[in-house]
């Protein structure tokens, strides 16, 4: 007996292919344009093998935990286990071969395998509620999947490229508990019947933007084989990235360099200044239908709720126009050159047996630190800290130089590790930091 397969089906599976493509082209044409094919196929199958693993996770914890509430499905049995199932099938994909990849790199087949894992994942749980409410399902969930792989494919990359358990952990940790949450509070919308008018753009628009500042601090980060060159993880290069801005900004305050062209927002592009416009005509479009034609709306189509119109036909549009508008605006080399007027650095004094050695330090991240000296220190000597910040001095940290060189300008610096965090200097560090940052907004001003 042949099973005939209805129309709304064949629309449903339609409007999913036409999501697909038009998500993997926005990003496949703006952001990353030279792709392998058979890497594409590749996390294609490996999207197919998460689906296979969020699927026996989820009966197995339906059949553990029959009796569940709204909360519980919408954050653990659907959120939760989703992203953890795209997150086995990430790592797999990029495990071998990490240190042949990027961060970017990451966030591209990350996208894919997101996009394809919410592909079949709209397959397989087709419900029948209706058209329109599918068709909404299917064109927000599906990004929502999509931008969700980017994000934990791009902290994916970061872990497997940080040695430091602090940095590994906390950075994977952050990417995949936001997608998580995100796509929690998407479903408990759906399950809860919450007002989706203000959850979906929510949803759709802080993954995007957060997405979009990972591509462009990822454009300047280098790939694993880049650090085993240099012996370093990214934890060190990163804060020794930091502590040369600070010093890149030293030197041009001395030459009279301005770096205030570098500016964080670049502006849109005419392609895609029109296309903002392409997508935000019909959102107007059909707000003035609304209000002069209601009529006309419920006898062409009955069973199109008003709440499903209006996030289809108006709000939707406005955010696809406002993605088209903010992509790629973001400058990577803002976070690369720029920097705010007078920087925050701590005085410290490393102490050893036989040598005691003054310098400063202008960036801690956790537990790790970069400070200029004077002479060459054997790798891992263990050394006493005291740290310097305002009047305020935190005496005798222990701490260990993991390594020192001298850099081409004849110059050394150390990369130390305290032993353990100093949590009331680093609130204290931040605290004044973001002071110093804010006084610079008006500095700027008033030098400019």
């Known amino acids: 007996m042949i099973t005939q397969i209805s129309i709304p089906s064949l629309v449903i599976l ?22 392998e094919s058979f890497l ?180 300047i980060l280098v790939p694993g084989h880049i650090l085993k060159i240099m012996n370093m993880s990214m934890e060190e290069y990163e804060i020794l990235s930091r502590h040369n801005r600070h010093e890149g900004w030293i030197q041009n305050i001395q030459k009279h360099i301005s770096t205030t062209g570098i500016k964080l927002l670049k502006y849109p592009s005419l392609r895609h200044s029109i296309l903002t416009i392409f997508f935000l005509i019909p959102g107007i479009l059909s707000v003035f239908l609304l209000m002069h034609s209601p009529d006309w709306i419920s006898h062409k189509f009955p069973d199109l709720a008003l709440q499903d119109y209006f996030a289809l036909f108006v709000l939707y549009p406005i955010i696809l126009s406002l993605m088209f508008f903010f992509v790629g605006i973001i400058n990577p080399y803002f976070f690369r050159d720029r920097m705010l007027e007078v920087p925050l650095f701590s005085s410290v004094d490393l102490h050893t047996s036989i040598v005691e050695e003054n310098s400063a330090i202008f960036h801690i991240q956790a537990n790790l630190f970069y400070v200029p000296t004077s002479q060459i220190f054997p790798d891992n000597t263990k050394v006493k800290f005291d740290l310097w910040i305002g009047l305020q001095c935190f005496v005798g940290l222990s701490g260990t130089i993991l390594w020192c060189k001298e850099n081409e300008e004849g110059n050394c610096g150390a990369m130390c590790q305290l032993d353990k965090i100093p949590y009331s200097f680093l609130v204290k560090w931040h605290f004044l930091r973001f002071k110093q940052n804010f006084k610079n907004l008006f500095l700027r001003r008033t030098i400019i």
């Open 14 to 35: 339609l409007i999913n292919f036409l999501t697909l493509g038009f998500y993997y082209s926005f990003y496949r044409f703006h952001f990353y344009r030279f792709t």
């Open 40 to 219: 594409q196929y590749t996390a294609l199958a490996f999207s197919i093998f998460s689906a296979g693993i969020a699927i026996g996770l989820q009966a197995f914890l339906l059949v553990w935990i029959p009796n569940t509430n709204p909360f519980w499905n919408a954050f653990i049995h659907s959120a939760l286990i989703e992203e953890f199932a795209k997150l086995i099938g990430i790592y797999l994909f990029f495990r071998k071969n990490q240190d042949e990849f990027t961060v970017t790199d990451g966030i591209f087949y990350g996208l894919v395998l997101g996009g394809s894992f919410g592909l079949v994942e709209n397959i397989l749980y087709y419900i029948n509620t209706g058209l329109w409410s599918q068709v909404l399902r299917s064109i927000t969930a599906l990004p929502i999947h999509m931008m969700n792989g980017g994000i934990i494919g791009a902290y994916l990359m970061m872990f497997l490229f940080h040695k430091n358990p602090i940095f590994k952990w906390g950075k994977l940790g952050f990417g995949f508990f936001v997608c998580v949450g995100v796509h929690g509070l998407y479903n408990l919308s759906l399950f809860q019947e919450i007002n989706l008018l203000i959850i979906l753009p929510i949803c759709i628009l802080s993954l995007f933007f957060l997405l979009e500042l990972t591509i462009a601090k990822s454009r």
